[in-house]
């Protein structure tokens, strides 16, 4: 694989792009919207043929960093990869050219169905191989490295031999490929489960991580018990900032999303977000300035 | 050992048939012993497996009916949110997606409608249904490449007769017994709930076209549908009028040819003899 051909994100505060901001974000342009230095889509919802997403997508494009952020190719499935959602997502890849691309360690489809969920993964050797092929394909289809996302979760599977920092660092060690760390996501599988977040991602090799995820989560009451459920629906709690902070501690600053896909809140607020993530950025060294990361897209 | 494929096939099954249990021992059951669990009571692991399938079942059910909701906006607001959740859940059920790109599922709501029980009677709902599915696929569908009409007025008019249009790529025709988009346009976000809608009152001709970045939707008389129908299917221009004028007599064919040309609905054109 060309390695050249993969431009980093700088360390800088991006979000989600939502349909709800398209206007508002070109008739503002990037000086007004500062501090959000690039956007990240769900690559699936620029894979129809035409229509007002592609029209927007490529005039924001034009003016801000990309990154193409897909949950359907269910990179864990033991069916084998879906060839027409590949297929797709390299022509939008290549249409975009984005500066990172990235999927998640989980599956979605079996039977030929798809169900809609980022489901997890027993940790084996058996898993091993099978993601392993599969992020392999991916990677040499689209001719560029891919991040590959730590997932949240609320079940573990008896099957699992290795617990899943080991298993995520296999994988990339494995591949070639990147982590997109989330760290909300780690910190509502370790509460879901019991587990140690710092001691989790400590764990991580900081020199695979291409990017950072930061998000609400939700606090349920579950049969009696408490269930955080990652959905994206709110402000980053006190805890996940905790440890992102402990994370860019250990790893320097990297590129860090403010994920917002439900309740979507306007635009100041996903701005408000993003400048506190950058704040923190700015406490360790390396941070690039906005106009000069813009220079990177 | 049980393998990966198994899983998943076990897990798919257990949550889209409600049948946890034939997953169920594949899941870890966390042991809560007494006095672990201190301060804010924060952790989940007393948890059954039952129950943490069950999150993964209301998830994949939720986030798909949302996504349902989203492309059938007026049949959820005919029908009520309530009621739509529950089709939906049986939508999911008989027809899970197949394609992880949600933006068109629902292709089969129409021909669901109409053997659903509880809105059988209801017939209008499954071409309000089929309406809002292909004002989907005119939102998504390819763009326009760009149509010349200058190169029309360089030809030959006694070469005319023998034009064949492409339409659109995003343009789809529709006609229903019911006044389909009276009901569309009465339950659009902000509009005036309209209480005197009549269900007799006549059949309606569609065409539905995206002009730009927004979707349209044209009423026709039945001769211009008819008309849209014959040039649709391949038909040369003289075909299309003469059996179009032969059926309707009042057809006007520079109205019609007006309205195509107006609106952009042409994609491109060639000569059947050359």
Avoid at chain 1, 89 to 116: M, T
Avoid at chain 1, 156 to 161: A, E, I, P
Avoid at chain 2, 189 to 210: H, M, N, T, W
Avoid at chain 2, 242 to 255: D, I, M, R, S
Wanted: aromatic share 10%.
């Amino acid at each position: 694989m060309d390695s050249s051909s993969w431009v980093p994100i700088p360390a800088i505060a991006g979000v989600g792009l939502k349909p709800q901001h398209y206007e508002e974000i070109l008739s503002l342009g990037p000086k007004a919207i500062a501090p959000i230095g690039w956007f990240e889509v769900h690559t699936e919802n620029y894979m129809g043929d035409g229509g007002p997403p592609h029209h927007y997508l490529e005039k924001i494009r034009q003016d801000y960093p990309l990154s193409m952020h897909g949950v359907g190719l269910s990179l864990g499935t033991a069916e084998g990869l879906n060839q027409d959602h590949l297929r797709g997502v390299k022509n939008v890849v290549d249409r975009y050219q984005p500066a990172l691309v990235s999927e998640h360690i989980s599956w979605s489809i079996a039977n030929g169905v798809y169900l809609n969920d980022l489901i997890p993964l027993p940790y084996t050797a058996e898993t091993m191989k099978i993601i392993g092929d599969n992020i392999d394909l991916v990677q040499n289809f689209l001719g560029r490295q891919i991040l590959v996302e730590n997932p949240s979760s609320y079940l573990l599977f008896k099957s699992s031999d290795r617990e899943e920092p080991d298993f995520i660092n296999e994988i990339l060690a494995n591949t070639g490929c990147g982590l997109l760390l989330d760290v909300n996501n780690v910190y509502v599988s370790c509460q879901n489960h019991g587990w140690d977040a710092r001691d989790y991602i400590a764990r991580l090799k900081p020199e695979t991580v291409g990017e950072i995820h930061l998000a609400g989560h939700a606090v349920k009451e579950w049969h009696g018990q408490t269930l955080r459920i990652d959905d994206h629906g709110s402000n980053v709690s006190r805890e996940v900032w905790d440890l992102y902070v402990y994370t860019l501690s250990l790893m320097g600053p990297k590129p860090s999303l403010i994920e917002w896909d439900s309740n979507i809140p306007s635009l100041m607020t996903l701005q408000q977000e993003a400048e506190r993530a950058n704040s923190l950025l700015r406490k360790f060294p390396g941070v690039i300035d906005d106009q000069g990361a813009r220079k990177n897209g | 050992m049980v393998t990966l494929c198994d899983i998943q096939d076990k897990f798919s099954r257990a949550i889209l048939g409600a049948q946890n249990e034939i997953v169920m021992n594949e899941i870890v059951m966390t042991e809560i012993i007494a006095g672990e669990i201190t301060g804010e009571g924060d952790l989940a692991l007393g948890l059954t497996p039952q129950a943490r399938i069950n999150i993964y079942r209301n998830n994949s059910f939720i986030t798909l009916s949302r996504a349902l909701a989203k492309n059938f906006p007026v049949l959820c607001r005919l029908v009520g949110q309530n009621f739509f959740d529950h089709l939906a859940e049986k939508y999911v059920e008989k027809y899970p997606p197949v394609t992880p790109l949600l933006m068109s599922y629902g292709a089969n709501m129409p021909e669901f409608l109409k053997g659903f029980d509880a809105v059988k009677d209801l017939s209008y709902l499954a071409d309000v249904a089929r309406l809002e599915h292909l004002w989907t696929m005119s939102f998504n569908g390819p763009d326009a490449t760009g149509f010349d009409l200058g190169l029309i007025s360089k030809m030959d008019p006694e070469r005319f007769d023998d034009l064949i249009f492409k339409f659109l790529p995003n343009m789809q025709l529709m006609s229903s017994v019911f006044p389909i988009l009276d009901i569309w346009l009465a339950n659009q976000e902000g509009a005036q709930k309209s209480e005197d809608i009549d269900l007799d009152s006549g059949p309606c001709y569609l065409v539905i076209f995206r002009k730009a970045q927004v979707v349209e939707i044209m009423t026709l008389d039945l001769a211009n549908y008819t008309f849209f129908e014959f040039l649709g299917s391949g038909e040369t221009l003289s075909c299309a009028a003469e059996k179009v004028t032969t059926k309707y007599p009042g057809f006007n064919l520079q109205a019609a040819m007006n309205n195509i040309v107006q609106n952009s609905m042409i994609e491109h054109f060639e000569c059947a003899k050359n």
